[in-house]
């Protein structure tokens, strides 16, 4: 049985404990409430872009433009505008992005989407071509993986559940014939770096800052960079894996295809008045909405990782003043036996 110094000591260590994690939740729940707000502010973009893409491409083939309609109209002037009632979307010089009342996304705290100089919305180079390459679909020879994770531990199961679905995607291309040098794991995150290095398979490049700041210049900037080698045959298919924020308490693993693009046909004729032609106009917004799509998942997954973390302290917190309780009975009972037994040496003595 421990002495009561010992317990005293386990205490205060308890103690302490439980002031570390009391604060580790309340910056987590902080940084949760900011991530919640930059990823809400960027769903309804992405979706009304998503939404434009895939009219765009049901309507593609198309002989002549269909009227705008009262869900909104959508055209580009000279120098590439284009606006929606329900969601406006332009593009200009620079090729900056801007949503309507429908789903505003405005550069601010929660989560800014702006281009400049360092990273353009629109790519000027980017052709109908190119458009119709990102939606080829080909027999995977080789394949790149673009996983994320976070940076630190602390999380719960966050960062074991995202490296164990990447390990299951791996185990798949694996089990069809594919070597460990036909799969290139992009790691976002030292935590799912470290573990893909010890699997053998390192990532190109790091990509720490990307999962402690997301930001939309460095996410643009990667995704780029794969596109590019998909475009040229480098990879025949690049995916997605991540944790997705759903709510506090659940953050499942996710695997999306990220290349070859894949949108469902559009029900019904096109509602949007297309100037100067459909493909020039999918030729800047596809690669806009496969930059964007990364630095979405990026928000996604910085939320999900808070929640995480958030939940995780909050548990440890529970369980520290639970054993801190029942120390502190197992104390004041050792102390109790400790009094009763020097008074009855007391009496006992003065008996004799």
């Given at each position: 049985?421990p ?5 005293k ?34 769903l ?20 002549g ?19 929606s ?6 593009t200009g ?5 801007a949503s ?5 996304f ?21 052709t109908?071509?190119d ?30 559940n ?11 291309y ?15 995150g030292?935590?799912?770096a ?5 699997l053998?398979y ?28 998909y ?22 693993s ?7 693009l ?59 003043n639970?054993?801190?309780?029942d120390?502190?009975?197992?104390y ?21």
């Amino acid at each position: 049985m421990p002495s009561l110094k010992e317990i005293k000591g386990r205490i205060n260590s308890v103690r302490s404990t439980l002031k570390i994690t009391s604060a580790m939740k309340m910056v987590a729940s902080a940084k949760l409430h900011h991530a919640q707000g930059a990823i809400a502010n960027m769903l309804p973009y992405e979706r009304k872009l998503h939404d434009v893409l895939v009219h765009l491409m049901a309507g593609r083939d198309a002989a002549g433009a269909a009227a705008a309609g009262s869900a909104g109209a959508f055209a580009t002037g000279s120098a590439g505008a284009a606006t929606s009632s329900v969601g406006a979307f332009a593009t200009g010089s620079a090729g900056a992005a801007a949503s309507g009342s429908a789903g505003a996304f405005a550069t601010g705290s929660a989560g800014a989407f702006a281009t400049g100089s360092a990273g353009a919305a629109a790519s000027g180079s980017a052709t109908a071509s190119d458009s119709s390459a990102l939606m080829e679909q080909r027999e995977v020879h080789r394949v790149a993986i673009i996983a994320f994770a976070s940076n630190s531990s602390l999380c719960g199961a966050f960062n074991s559940n995202a490296v164990r679905a990447v390990k299951a995607v791996i185990s798949e291309y694996r089990s069809a014939g594919l070597a460990p040098s036909d799969i290139t794991v992009y790691s976002i995150g030292r935590k799912m770096a470290d573990a893909m290095r010890r699997l053998g398979y390192p990532s190109p490049e790091d990509y720490f800052k990307l999962s402690d700041k997301p930001s939309y210049a460095p996410a643009a900037e990667l995704a780029q960079k794969v596109m590019d080698l998909y475009l040229d045959g480098t990879y025949d298919r690049v995916e997605l894996v991540y944790n997705h924020f759903v709510s506090t308490s659940s953050q499942p693993s996710v695997r999306e295809t990220y290349l070859p693009l894949s949108l469902p046909d559009g029900e019904g004729e096109c509602d949007y008045i297309v100037e100067p032609s459909r493909e020039e106009l999918l030729g800047r917004l596809m690669p806009l909405s496969t930059r964007l799509k990364v630095y979405t998942v990026l928000l996604d997954t910085s939320a999900a990782e808070h929640a995480a973390r958030t939940v995780a302290m909050q548990i440890a917190t529970d369980n520290g003043n639970e054993l801190l309780s029942d120390l502190t009975l197992e104390y004041n009972k050792g102390r109790q036996q400790k009094i009763t037994s020097e008074i009855l040496d007391i009496v006992g003595g003065s008996l004799q």
